[in-house]
Every structure is written in structure tokens, then in C-alpha cells.
């Protein structure tokens, strides 16, 4: 079974617009997270959340926006896509101080 | 920032130990050293940690200096499959993990 599992896969939209990613995980994790790798591979962290605090990288538009309907889902919104946003977007999960599990990710371009 | 620094890239004969370092000589006392890596097109897969001592799993072996200034990632028999980016991060609880670029393992038949 898949413990961090994210939909779609692929994503192709145009330019201007609203798009969501959903996340879920079965690990019965406390903490889910976004990332965003881009072109050159980097992998940055967008977005912490648990039931108590949520966590923004300060870089991250505020066109961004995560929801978390429950404990085990952690969806990413994003509204007026643009060019830019054109990235592959993980999501994570962790309890305490273990290690992150990570999704197989969303494969986002923008026309 | 990331807080480790690693090799660009290297190259293992297959079947041969792959043995990737890692410097993190500004590391403090609660911080845990772990290594992930990221098969293409996949998402990074965790393969160990530790925090002083030297960790062995399924997977690999982290040998960690006594200074904990630096560590290395040992994978005994490396298989084309091992074909990744290995990531090391230093990390206290709670914070969150930061990815630097990586090393490039290529196993070569």
C-alpha cells in the first residue's frame, strides 16, 4: 500500500489558472509538507503543517495555498498559475523526529 | 542553506562498496545526520540516520566521525539500481529537512 500517495501525477494547465494537488498518507503521521523541485533539481520545502501550525517559506507567492481537510490529507492550491510554477511538487510526511516519507510527486507544466 | 557539502557526482563500479562523504563541520549537538536518495522521476526515499553513533540497516551503513564534523555513506554491493542522488541533511527535531545539491551516484556495469 502506498504510504504517501499524491494526485494527479501529471498536470498540465494553462497560464492564469486555479489548479489543486491532493496529498494523503496512511502512516498516521502528525506533520505533512510541500515541496517544490524545479528545473535545476533543487528541492525546496514549501509548506510545514500539523494540526497546530503552519509553516510558509517566506519565498513561497501566496498564490499557494495548502488545505488540510484532515490529519491525513494535505492539499496545494495554487491560484493564477503562472510559467514559473512549472515544477515537480512533493509531498511529505512525518511523526516527531523521525524521517520524512515522501510521494512520488506531481509533474505541473504551464502553457 | 543547506548545511552539508558533498561531491558533485561519482561514478562505482557495480557490485563494488560506494562509499559517499558528506562535510557538515558546523553541526551542533542535537542536530541527526540523514541520508536520502532520489531514483529519477521518483521521490527522495529515506535510507538512514544517526546522531553519533555508527547506524547500520538493510539498506547501508552511516559511519559518522567522532567530531561529527563529517560522515560517510557506505553502500556494501552497489547494484545499477543504486543509480541516484544522495542527499545528506543535518537536522535538529523539529526543523524542517534542507536539501542541498546532492551527489550524483553513477553505477557503472
Known amino acids: 500500500d502506498t504510504a504517501v500517495s499524491q494526485t494527479p501525477k501529471y498536470l498540465v494547465t494553462q497560464m492564469g489558472n486555479d489548479k489543486s494537488i491532493k496529498c494523503e498518507q496512511n502512516?498516521?503521521?502528525?506533520?505533512m509538507y510541500w515541496y517544490k523541485q524545479d528545473s535545476k533539481k533543487f528541492l525546496k520545502i514549501m509548506f510545514s503543517?500539523?494540526?497546530?501550525?503552519?509553516?510558509i517559506n517566506e519565498t513561497v507567492p501566496n498564490r499557494f495555498s495548502p488545505k488540510s481537510p484532515d490529519k491525513a490529507h494535505l492539499n496545494l492550491h495554487i491560484n493564477s498559475l503562472e510559467l514559473g510554477d512549472s515544477a515537480v511538487y512533493f509531498c511529505?510526511?512525518?511523526?516527531?523526529?523521525?524521517?520524512?516519507?515522501f510521494g512520488d510527486g506531481t509533474r505541473l507544466s504551464i502553457l | 542553506d543547506a548545511k552539508t557539502t558533498q561531491p558533485t557526482s561519482m561514478d562505482c563500479a557495480e557490485g563494488r562498496a560506494a562509499n559517499l562523504p558528506c562535510n557538515h563541520s558546523t553541526i551542533s549537538g542535537n542536530e541527526y545526520v540523514y541520508w536520502y536518495r532520489q531514483i529519477h522521476s521518483q521521490g527522495p526515499q529515506y535510507i538512514i540516520h544517526?546522531?553519533?553513533n555508527n547506524e547500520t540497516n538493510e539498506m547501508a551503513s552511516l559511519i559518522i566521525t567522532e567530531d561529527r564534523k563529517s560522515s560517510t555513506l557506505i553502500l556494501p554491493h552497489a547494484t545499477l539500481r543504486d543509480t541516484a542522488v544522495y542527499y545528506c541533511?543535518?537536522?535538529?527535531?523539529?526543523?524542517?529537512?534542507?536539501f542541498g545539491p546532492g551527489t550524483r551516484l553513477s553505477v557503472l556495469p
Open positions: 544517526g546522531l553519533k
Open positions: 511529505a510526511s512525518s511523526q516527531g523526529a523521525q524521517p520524512q516519507h
Open positions: 503543517y500539523n494540526n497546530k501550525e503552519l509553516i
Open positions: 502512516l498516521g503521521h502528525d506533520t
Open positions: 541533511i543535518v537536522r535538529d527535531w523539529g526543523q524542517n529537512f534542507v
